[in-house]
């Protein structure tokens, strides 16, 4: 993410309707950013995250705020869940409940963003935002994007499964071990009355 990391100073990423990066998921208000912005971590409602992003990017533009409110940026990962044996690409935040505003702070625009319906608090000492170093917002930004997905699937050791894919398919087996990395599970299974390990994809066994 080379480009990403001068993302104080320009963005030439093509962007959706909302004004969101495709790259590394920036909304971006204004692209001429200010040499005098800087980056302040807003509390959200966990939840709400990606909606009060556009609501403050909207709030922005038509309250004459571009030239003070350049970027928001909600920390994410696309994360790999298996459920019923099937896989699914879902968003996980990486700070539920946190987004990270780029702009230019001043009373009327820290009253723009902290009036924004969905947003409790900037952070920081007392009442005070404390932007963040650019070297952490450049951090962020890199493990968002570049951090391989997780699987992520509810096998425990132990549990009832019926495998759904494979030679071995309909067979009955336990859970003996759970490989979250490579979304893998060992399986024991009886064939011919021997307990046999089957090593398989999250997708190829059903829990029970």
Do not use: C
């Not at 009442?127 to 994007?145: D, G």
Request: aromatic letters at 8%; glycine letters at 8%; a negative charge.
């Amino acid at each position: 993410m080379d480009e990403q990391d001068k993302d104080t100073t320009e963005n030439t990423e093509s962007t959706d309707d909302n004004g969101k990066n495709a790259e590394d998921n920036v909304i971006v208000v204004n692209a001429d950013v200010s040499p005098l912005a800087h980056w302040y971590v807003v509390h959200t409602y966990s939840g709400h995250e990606n909606k009060v992003s556009i609501t403050l990017k909207q709030r922005a533009e038509a309250g004459g705020f571009t030239d003070r409110i350049f970027k928001i940026f909600v920390p994410h990962q696309q994360k790999i869940v298996v459920s019923e044996g099937k896989k699914r690409s879902v968003e996980e935040k990486l700070f539920p409940g946190y987004m990270m505003v780029l702009m230019s702070m001043d009373d009327d625009s820290w009253y723009i963003v902290r009036t924004t319906p969905g947003v409790t608090g900037f952070v920081g000492m007392g009442t005070t935002p404390t932007p963040l170093a650019e070297s952490e917002v450049k951090t962020l930004m890199k493990f968002a994007k570049m951090e391989a997905p997780k699987f992520e699937a509810k096998f425990n050791v132990g549990d009832s499964v019926r495998v759904s894919e494979g030679p071995f398919k309909d067979f009955l087996g336990k859970v003996d071990e759970v490989n979250d990395e490579q979304g893998k599970v060992k399986v024991l299974v009886s064939v011919f009355g021997r307990e046999t390990p089957l090593e398989l994809d999250f997708t190829q066994v059903v829990q029970l």
